[in-house]
């Protein structure tokens, strides 16, 4: 059995908060949300630069179990929620908008937009199903309408990411008003913050991204030798960062998008498997492994929870999307005009370690290990890690 539920926190101890508490300490006058109740803008505020590194994957329990973190473990000063799911496209929107999913409506990895009736993985930008999009870089003044939080500080920024993600249309639309750097290994990109710190004529934001640890922990494992090995490096480079920069006067923060759990193969419910409800959906399912719209036309709607109730109920706790909007799972209103049109009309949101998937006609499996996006602890936990130097 895994570890308790963790609703998603946007009141003061979420990543909406630190985000808001960063955005605060650089000048933007649009407090929507609490500050951070651990670290608020005015001690932000005390030092002339910020740098906000984000580990993928670095889950809460990930850095207080494995011993090749020292740095980071020493460092740690609280542990913070993260959005709703517990995902790389919600959260990361969430550092690079300022807004809780609530507001930017980037809701997991496979999302239907109803303005182009297509399902994309929003990331890439890539359909699911159907022919291949003709100009994908097109549709980010389309899809993504809000600002970005680079746009509304009065200090200089800059994004530093991987070279694979840095010229993408989504992260390319989401760092504007920030420079942007691209980097090939970690160690690079410890040496570009660094020279950021030294270099800096005037008050400067860093945010810098590493997906290596989610990467290892999706295909290993979160206990895997490949993802402690991932995990000692980004340590050791942390280390080497917080040495050089003593003297910026700086606050270097480290923090993660969600955390993780492992899922083995006995663990996925597949729809193959259960064909009677794959025929009640609209369209396939939306979202997370962890946590899956369903899209059910009204006459199906008894008919699905039906089949949930007596076949799934041991692995999935069914939802009306609804109801998880107006609960605040996604974060507190105003809502994106466009959110309830992207969770669907149920939400599958999985138990213990269970998975949940559909797999289109030739589609490509991709086989996980460790996965995200549900609520238990493991997955929506998050340190946060703050040297001042």
């Not at 002339?48 to 329990?61: E, F, K, P």
């Not at 193969?265 to 597949?270: E, G, H, L, M």
């Not at 949940?356 to 460790?370: A, C, S, V």
């Amino acid at each position: 059995m895994m570890n308790s539920i963790v609703r998603p926190d946007y009141s003061g101890q979420g990543l909406v908060n630190l985000v808001q508490s960063i955005a605060t300490a650089c000048g933007s006058t649009d407090a929507r949300y609490p500050e951070l109740a651990a670290l608020p803008a005015a001690v932000l505020g005390e030092a002339r630069h910020i740098v906000l590194l984000v580990i993928d994957g670095l889950g809460q329990r990930i850095l207080e179990r494995h011993p090749a973190c020292p740095n980071l473990q020493r460092h740690a000063i609280t542990s913070i929620s993260s959005v709703f799911p517990s995902t790389t496209a919600s959260a990361i929107t969430t550092f690079m908008s300022g807004l809780a999913p609530a507001q930017h409506a980037l809701t997991g990895w496979h999302i239907y937009l109803e303005e182009i009736e297509r399902t994309l993985a929003i990331l890439p930008l890539t359909p699911r199903g159907g022919p291949p999009l003709a100009a994908p870089e097109t549709l980010a003044a389309r899809l993504f309408t809000q600002p970005t939080l680079f746009e509304q500080l009065d200090r200089e920024s800059w994004v530093v990411t991987p070279r694979s993600i840095a010229g993408s249309p989504f992260n390319a639309w989401h760092s504007r008003g920030a420079t942007s750097l691209a980097y090939d290994s970690l160690g690079e990109m410890f040496a570009q913050i660094a020279c950021l710190l030294r270099d800096a004529k005037a008050p400067r934001y860093i945010y810098a991204y590493t997906s290596d640890l989610d990467r290892d922990a999706h295909r290993y494992g979160t206990d895997s030798a490949q993802a402690q090995q991932t995990l000692a490096s980004l340590d050791r480079g942390c280390g080497e960062l917080w040495r050089d920069a003593q003297g910026s006067d700086s606050w270097l923060l480290v923090t993660a998008d969600h955390g993780f759990i492992d899922s083995p193969p006995p663990r996925v419910v597949s729809l193959d498997d259960h064909p009677q409800l794959a025929a009640l959906l609209c369209r396939p399912l939306c979202g997370e492994r962890r946590a899956a719209y369903g899209y059910v036309a009204p006459e199906n709607r008894a008919a699905f929870a039906a089949y949930v109730s007596e076949h799934l109920a041991h692995c999935v706790d069914l939802r009306l999307s609804c109801d998880l909007i107006n609960a605040g799972w996604f974060g507190p209103p105003p809502y994106h005009p466009r959110l309830r049109a992207r969770v669907g009309d149920y939400t599958l949101v999985m138990k213990d370690d269970w998975t949940i998937k559909d797999r289109l006609p030739g589609e490509k499996q991709h086989r996980m290990l460790g996965v995200h996006g549900g609520v238990s602890g493991d997955e929506m936990v998050v340190p946060l890690i703050a040297v001042r130097a």
